[in-house]
């Protein structure tokens, strides 16, 4: 995994942590992932440590929470 | 303001977290400032809406607030 990937569920919080991050490292470094719409990457998400959205995984693997949108469990309502 | 400021207590979720955002955004686009040491910047983070560490403050001002380590009234003491 070379790109970081930015999980997110569409509110608020989510897209302004987005255009945030993508100014910060560029939208080519990051894959951003609408786990709201994309149902079926909910459980890759959960296997990478994701809690909360808006997240940002590492290509190391590091999860970094970001602020706090909605809990992994209200995205899967 | 042209850098992002990463502000940090040296817990370990700081130390993480700071190594993640420098390899992301590059060591020299953020400047890391430990607020535990560097007291007199804990005013500068607060008004920066810093509400707890570590956070990054983007260059439009912008906070995002990274996992946890300790609020703000933690590092006051």
Redesign the interface.
Known sequence: MTK?VFYHAGCPVCV??EQ??I???GAD?VEVVHVGKTRDRIEEAEKAGVQSVPALV???G???????GASMADVKG
């Open positions: 970081s302004s942590a945030d991050i100014n910060l490292i470094n590492t290509p190391n590091n999860v970094l929470h970001i602020n706090f």
